[in-house]
Nanobody, 118 residues
Framework: QVQLVESGGGLVQAGGSLRLSCAASGSISRLNAMAWYRQTPGKQRELVATISSLDSTIYADSVKGRFTISRDSAKNTVYLQMNSLKPDDTAVYYC????????????WGQGTQVTVSS
């Protein structure tokens, strides 16, 4: 079993920054990817960024150049640095763990709210 705990969400003004953290525990060694997704009411959950165990990354077009995903293997933690935030970035952000090439994520955190005010 894998447990994921997110932190770092909150309220920020447009143009500001936040850093999300996701601490993983349990049987994570068999997985090779961590990701951040986000969801707003009435919309499907969308991929924001993903990072592999070899530090390959993929970003959604909407966040390229503004968000950076990174990981600390020693701490089993993945981060999402969000800069130049926009009101459209407002969502619940979820951490996920799974497999990089298939894009399958079987383990999810509880989510953390990010609200960007205009």
């Amino acid at each position: 079993q894998v447990q994921l705990v997110e932190s770092g969400g909150g309220l920020v003004q447009a143009g500001g920054s936040l850093r999300l953290s996701c601490a993983a525990s349990g049987s994570i060694s068999r997985l090779n990817a961590m990701a951040w997704y986000r969801q707003t009411p009435g919309k499907q959950r969308e991929l924001v960024a993903t990072i592999s165990s070899l530090d390959s990354t993929i970003y959604a077009d909407s966040v390229k150049g503004r968000f950076t995903i990174s990981r600390d293997s020693a701490k089993n933690t993945v981060y999402l640095q969000m800069n130049s935030l926009k009101p459209d970035d407002t969502a619940v952000y979820y951490c996920a763990a799974g497999w990089y090439y298939s894009g399958q994520y079987d383990y999810w955190g509880q989510g953390t709210q990010v609200t960007v005010s205009s």
